[in-house]
Protein backbone atom coordinates (compact mmCIF):
# COMPACT_ATOMS: atom_id res chain seq x y z
CA UNK A 1 0.00 0.00 0.00
CA UNK A 2 1.35 3.75 -0.92
CA UNK A 3 2.60 6.01 1.90
CA UNK A 4 -0.53 8.30 0.00
CA UNK A 5 -3.39 5.84 0.63
CA UNK A 6 -2.22 5.38 4.14
CA UNK A 7 -2.60 8.96 4.94
CA UNK A 8 -6.00 9.07 3.06
CA UNK A 9 -7.13 6.23 5.35
CA UNK A 10 -5.68 8.11 8.28
CA UNK A 11 -7.93 11.04 7.46
CA UNK A 12 -10.93 9.22 6.33
CA UNK A 13 -10.95 7.19 9.93
CA UNK A 14 -12.07 10.83 11.79
CA UNK A 15 -15.34 10.76 9.61
CA UNK A 16 -14.78 14.37 8.94
CA UNK A 17 -12.46 14.15 5.24
CA UNK A 18 -13.51 12.69 2.02
CA UNK A 19 -17.50 12.40 2.49
CA UNK A 20 -18.35 12.34 -1.37
CA UNK A 21 -19.98 15.29 -1.93
CA UNK A 22 -18.54 16.74 -4.56
CA UNK A 23 -19.91 14.66 -7.30
CA UNK A 24 -23.53 16.29 -6.57
CA UNK A 25 -22.06 19.40 -8.34
CA UNK A 26 -22.26 17.42 -11.84
CA UNK A 27 -25.57 15.78 -10.97
CA UNK A 28 -26.93 17.23 -13.87
CA UNK A 29 -24.00 16.33 -16.47
CA UNK A 30 -24.70 12.94 -15.23
CA UNK A 31 -28.26 12.54 -15.25
CA UNK A 32 -27.76 13.40 -18.97
CA UNK A 33 -25.49 10.78 -19.29
CA UNK A 34 -27.62 8.18 -17.59
CA UNK A 35 -30.88 8.87 -19.26
CA UNK A 36 -29.34 9.24 -22.99
CA UNK A 37 -27.69 5.42 -22.57
CA UNK A 38 -30.39 4.34 -20.63
CA UNK A 39 -28.17 3.17 -17.35
CA UNK A 40 -29.58 0.79 -14.32
CA UNK A 41 -26.30 0.17 -12.92
CA UNK A 42 -23.32 2.78 -12.10
CA UNK A 43 -20.13 2.74 -10.69
CA UNK A 44 -18.68 5.56 -8.27
CA UNK A 45 -15.37 4.58 -8.54
CA UNK A 46 -13.66 6.67 -5.66
CA UNK A 47 -16.95 7.70 -4.05
CA UNK A 48 -15.50 8.68 -0.59
CA UNK A 49 -17.81 7.64 2.41
CA UNK A 50 -20.56 7.95 -0.42
CA UNK A 51 -22.08 10.26 1.71
CA UNK A 52 -23.86 11.82 -1.58
CA UNK A 53 -26.40 9.08 -1.91
CA UNK A 54 -27.41 8.92 1.50
CA UNK A 55 -30.42 11.70 2.65
CA UNK A 56 -30.38 14.12 1.81
CA UNK A 57 -28.89 14.16 -1.18
CA UNK A 58 -30.07 10.41 -2.69
CA UNK A 59 -27.90 10.93 -5.51
CA UNK A 60 -28.92 7.35 -7.27
CA UNK A 61 -33.09 8.71 -6.86
CA UNK A 62 -32.00 12.10 -8.69
CA UNK A 63 -30.19 9.65 -11.40
CA UNK A 64 -33.09 7.22 -11.55
CA UNK A 65 -31.08 4.64 -10.91
CA UNK A 66 -31.01 2.08 -8.19
CA UNK A 67 -28.40 2.06 -5.16
CA UNK A 68 -24.79 2.44 -7.17
CA UNK A 69 -21.62 0.10 -6.68
CA UNK A 70 -19.37 2.32 -4.27
CA UNK A 71 -15.44 1.81 -4.64
CA UNK A 72 -13.19 3.98 -2.26
CA UNK A 73 -9.79 2.40 -0.98
CA UNK A 74 -9.70 4.86 1.68
CA UNK A 75 -12.92 3.61 3.71
CA UNK A 76 -13.07 0.18 5.00
CA UNK A 77 -16.54 -0.58 4.15
CA UNK A 78 -15.72 0.43 0.36
CA UNK A 79 -12.58 -1.25 -0.77
CA UNK A 80 -13.31 -4.19 -2.56
CA UNK A 81 -12.04 -3.62 -5.61
CA UNK A 82 -15.13 -4.09 -8.31
CA UNK A 83 -15.29 -7.25 -10.37
CA UNK A 84 -17.96 -6.84 -12.94
CA UNK A 85 -18.61 -4.08 -15.65
CA UNK A 86 -21.48 -1.28 -15.14
CA UNK A 87 -23.40 0.94 -17.90
CA UNK A 88 -21.45 3.71 -16.31
CA UNK A 89 -18.42 5.00 -14.63
CA UNK A 90 -18.21 8.56 -12.32
CA UNK A 91 -14.97 9.48 -10.90
CA UNK A 92 -15.27 12.99 -9.39
CA UNK A 93 -12.56 14.65 -7.39
CA UNK A 94 -10.32 11.84 -7.69
CA UNK A 95 -7.74 11.72 -10.34
CA UNK A 96 -5.37 15.04 -8.87
CA UNK A 97 -5.51 12.86 -5.47
CA UNK A 98 -3.21 9.91 -7.17
CA UNK A 99 0.32 9.68 -7.81
CA UNK A 100 1.02 10.56 -11.51
CA UNK A 101 2.78 7.32 -11.64
CA UNK A 102 -0.25 5.60 -11.05
CA UNK A 103 -2.80 7.60 -13.11
CA UNK A 104 -2.71 5.90 -16.30
CA UNK A 105 -3.95 2.68 -14.13
CA UNK A 106 -7.16 4.47 -12.55
CA UNK A 107 -8.09 5.66 -15.99
CA UNK A 108 -7.54 2.50 -17.94
CA UNK A 109 -10.04 1.31 -14.98
CA UNK A 110 -12.21 3.61 -15.45
CA UNK A 111 -12.87 2.35 -18.91
CA UNK A 112 -12.86 -1.43 -18.32
CA UNK A 113 -15.27 -1.12 -15.69
CA UNK A 114 -17.64 0.94 -17.91
CA UNK A 115 -20.07 -0.93 -20.85
CA UNK A 116 -21.53 2.84 -21.70
CA UNK A 117 -19.86 6.03 -20.65
CA UNK A 118 -17.44 7.32 -18.15
CA UNK A 119 -17.86 11.12 -16.48
CA UNK A 120 -14.98 12.21 -14.36
CA UNK A 121 -14.14 15.60 -13.05
CA UNK A 122 -10.77 17.08 -12.34
CA UNK A 123 -9.01 20.25 -10.51
CA UNK A 124 -6.67 21.58 -11.80
CA UNK A 125 -5.48 23.33 -8.95
CA UNK A 126 -4.42 23.13 -5.29
CA UNK A 127 -6.83 21.78 -2.50
CA UNK A 128 -7.31 24.11 0.28
CA UNK A 129 -6.50 21.27 2.40
CA UNK A 130 -2.91 19.23 3.02
CA UNK A 131 -2.08 15.72 4.72
CA UNK A 132 -0.84 16.24 8.42
CA UNK A 133 2.94 16.76 6.85
CA UNK A 134 1.66 19.53 5.22
CA UNK A 135 1.64 18.07 1.26
CA UNK A 136 -1.07 19.01 -0.36
CA UNK A 137 -4.24 16.39 -1.30
CA UNK A 138 -3.80 17.69 -5.22
CA UNK A 139 -0.70 15.27 -5.74
CA UNK A 140 -0.79 15.58 -9.37
CA UNK A 141 -1.66 18.95 -10.81
CA UNK A 142 -1.78 18.89 -14.51
CA UNK A 143 -3.46 21.53 -17.07
CA UNK A 144 -6.95 20.35 -18.23
CA UNK A 145 -5.60 19.78 -21.33
CA UNK A 146 -3.29 17.02 -20.02
CA UNK A 147 -6.22 15.01 -18.26
CA UNK A 148 -8.01 15.29 -21.65
CA UNK A 149 -5.25 14.10 -23.86
CA UNK A 150 -4.52 11.08 -21.39
CA UNK A 151 -8.67 10.17 -21.94
CA UNK A 152 -8.25 10.46 -25.85
CA UNK A 153 -4.74 8.50 -25.29
CA UNK A 154 -6.91 5.43 -23.51
CA UNK A 155 -10.08 5.24 -24.83
CA UNK A 156 -11.00 1.56 -25.48
CA UNK A 157 -10.09 0.81 -29.16
CA UNK A 158 -12.00 -2.41 -29.52
CA UNK A 159 -15.20 -0.62 -28.37
CA UNK A 160 -17.11 2.68 -27.89
CA UNK A 161 -17.32 4.00 -24.40
CA UNK A 162 -18.90 7.50 -24.48
CA UNK A 163 -16.71 9.68 -21.85
CA UNK A 164 -17.18 13.36 -20.50
CA UNK A 165 -14.12 15.34 -18.79
CA UNK A 166 -14.71 18.15 -16.92
CA UNK A 167 -12.73 20.53 -14.97
CA UNK A 168 -13.96 21.14 -11.17
CA UNK A 169 -14.26 24.85 -10.63
Known sequence: MSEILKQYRAMAATGGAFRGLTVLQHADTIKLLV?????????????????????????????????????????????????????????????EHVREEDVRKLVAALFAFAERFVFASVCCRLASKTFPDGTNLHITIKPYDWWFALFEEMEPKDRTVDWVLVETP
Open 35 to 95: DKHKVTTLLDYGSGAGDAYDKPHQLHKRLGIPWPTLYDPAFQKLRNVPTRMHHGVICSDVL
